[in-house]
């Protein structure tokens, strides 16, 4: 069983600053590209960020420069750094992993619970 648990959301100012985490645990064989989501009310859910096994990212239009996603292979572990926070990345913000589990043929798309990051003053 594989699971994306994710840490690190909460009530920041805007212009402050948030760390996210999500960690993959279970009988993992491999991971390919992990990401980060996020939904606000109302609207249609959006990829943030991604990282691939190698470490290329890819970002949001509306993020780069104020986000940055890593990862730790060693670990199993992906991490959004969000700076200057804004009102409009109030949102859920959910981990994806592209994860091959042990004895697969067959890597399979896992998806964290989600946790929430709300910028008010």
């Known amino acids: 069983q594989v699971q994306l648990v994710e840490s690190g959301g909460g009530l920041v100012q805007p212009g402050g600053s948030l760390r996210l985490s999500c960690a993959a645990s279970g009988s993992i064989f491999s991971i390919n590209d992990m990401g980060w989501y996020r939904q606000a009310p109302g609207k249609q859910r959006e990829l943030v960020a991604s990282i691939t096994s190698g470490g290329s990212t890819k970002y949001a239009d509306s993020v780069k420069g104020r986000f940055t996603i890593s990862r730790d292979n060693a670990k199993n572990t992906v991490h959004l750094q969000m700076n200057s926070l804004k009102l409009e990345d109030t949102a859920v913000y959910t981990c994806?992993?592209?994860?091959?589990?042990?004895?697969?043929?067959?890597?399979?798309?896992?998806w964290g619970q989600g946790t929430q990051v709300t910028v008010s003053a």
């Open positions: 994806k992993g592209d994860i091959r589990p042990v004895g697969s043929s067959w890597n399979f798309v896992y």
